[in-house]
């Protein structure tokens, strides 16, 4: 291995990469605990309340869509009741935890029959989870230097999806054999100090001399919510737009085959076990590698040379399911398909990330990353709805022949960029 790769490699000994981690985690945790089709839909289910019940708690997860909208709040308004001796990001961070972790309680009580008051409770745990959210990417993004934003990227990830594994796996085990539902939400909530910890033993970001908030309602709204867009489009200028549009199709190919992958599985014949043992066990290690290999790639290519490797390679994995349409139940398939997949994608993913980030000036970074992220999952959750119909008029063969196909328009946009756009000056920091 050469020293550059090394170098590379090293990246993620840096304390603040691996105190990253604990912030991905703490932001992990909550997701599955309001989801009517995970963890909260389990133990709705074993209370027997009905499945429209169940189903229509969906709504009170919309935080996680909207929180662009007081994203500009968390990123100007101080922290109130002293928790401003944090600072800006750490304060808040602080107090939405310890009210997260007042709002799994508060959840864990409700009873499980009483719909109206546990819609409420999963909207607060909803909201105070997207809060922290907003503020966990722009303590990431102020932090670490633009050379540590693709490891960053990873280790944000990486903790998530682990606490994604505590919440719904672990959780899903904890009430099969020691605990009865309230009790694991009690526990959950008890893990939410993970975060308070890492917030506590963590610096603040220096932020420099932030742009001061003008006296006066209007001039206040205009600064905080115009002016993130205004700073972008400065900095940008007309390309800006090439740079939303980018950000809007670069993942439909790996996001629209995602949101048939489970019926994929079942038409091929796989069972329950199955499709839980290699596409989750098996797939969580999978994306963890491409996790940290999508780290590596960007601190050693750039950003825009990484981008484009790994766009390539997570449009071209889509083929592994072609060829599994072929092969049918065949469990070594799967794990080759799933591997290919799965990392590939988290490569992506990582990459993507890691150049959201740098798009982000400092004086908005919390608002300027909420909205950057949301018009990413406006894309993919707008076309994702388009699957079944194509599944249905193509066959499983051509849907995901076609899939691969629909990187092109972003990766033609991405080479336009790479031509007249260096990633420095996409990526300059205000």
């Given at each position: ?306 981008l484009f490797i790994t766009g390539v390679l997570q449009a071209v994995s889509n083929l592994m399911y072609v060829w599994q349409t072929f092969m049918g139940h065949d469990r070594l398939a799967l794990v080759a398909t799933i591997a290919i997949e799965n990392v590939s994608g988290s490569m992506a993913a990582t990459v993507f990330v890691a150049y959201l980030s740098r ?72």
């Amino acid at each position: 291995m050469s020293g550059r790769w090394r170098a590379a490699w090293a990246v993620y000994g840096d304390r603040r990469i691996l105190s990253i981690f604990l912030f991905g985690f703490s932001s992990g945790l909550p997701l599955l605990l309001t989801k009517s089709g995970s963890t909260l839909g389990a133990w709705l289910t074993d209370a027997h309340v009905d499945l429209a019940s169940i189903t229509m708690l969906a709504w009170a997860g919309m935080p996680y869509s909207l929180k662009f909208l007081w994203a500009p709040f968390l990123d100007r308004l101080s922290p109130p009741l002293g928790f401003a001796r944090l600072g800006q990001r750490r304060g808040w961070m602080l107090l939405l935890q310890i009210v997260l972790a007042a709002s799994i309680v508060f959840l864990a009580m409700v009873p499980a029959d009483d719909t109206w008051m546990m819609g409420l409770g999963v909207l607060l745990v909803a909201f105070c989870s997207a809060s922290q959210d907003v503020v966990v990417d722009a303590y990431r993004v102020d932090i670490l230097v633009a050379d540590k934003q693709a490891p960053g990227a990873t280790m944000i990830q990486a903790g998530y999806r682990i606490a994604m594994l505590v919440a719904g796996a672990g959780a899903l085990w904890l009430a099969e054999h020691f605990l009865t539902w309230p009790e694991v939400y009690m526990v959950m909530a008890g893990m939410v100090g993970i975060g308070m910890v890492a917030t506590l033993c963590n610096p603040e970001p220096h932020l420099g001399e932030r742009t001061p908030i003008p006296p006066g309602a209007r001039a206040w709204i205009e600064d905080a919510v115009v002016s993130p867009f205004a700073d972008m489009l400065r900095r940008q200028g007309g390309a800006l737009f090439a740079i939303l549009a980018f950000i809007m199709l670069f993942k439909l190919c790996d996001a629209i085959p995602g949101s048939v992958a489970t019926p994929f599985y079942k038409a091929m014949g796989f069972s329950n076990d199955e499709i839980a043992g290699i596409t989750k066990v098996f797939g969580l290690g999978a994306t963890m590698i491409g996790l940290a290999l999508g780290g590596v790639v960007a601190v050693r290519l750039g950003l825009l040379r990484a981008l484009f490797i790994t766009g390539v390679l997570q449009a071209v994995s889509n083929l592994m399911y072609v060829w599994q349409t072929f092969m049918g139940h065949d469990r070594l398939a799967l794990v080759a398909t799933i591997a290919i997949e799965n990392v590939s994608g988290s490569m992506a993913a990582t990459v993507f990330v890691a150049y959201l980030s740098r798009l982000c000036s400092l004086n908005y970074s919390a608002t300027q990353y909420a909205l950057l992220s949301a018009l990413a999952a406006v894309g993919t959750n707008f076309f994702s709805g388009f699957s079944g119909m194509l599944v249905q008029s193509m066959g499983w063969a051509g849907f995901f022949a076609f899939t691969t196909l629909t990187a092109l328009p972003g990766m033609a946009i991405l080479v336009w960029l790479m031509r007249n756009m260096p990633v420095e000056a996409t990526a300059e920091r205000a």
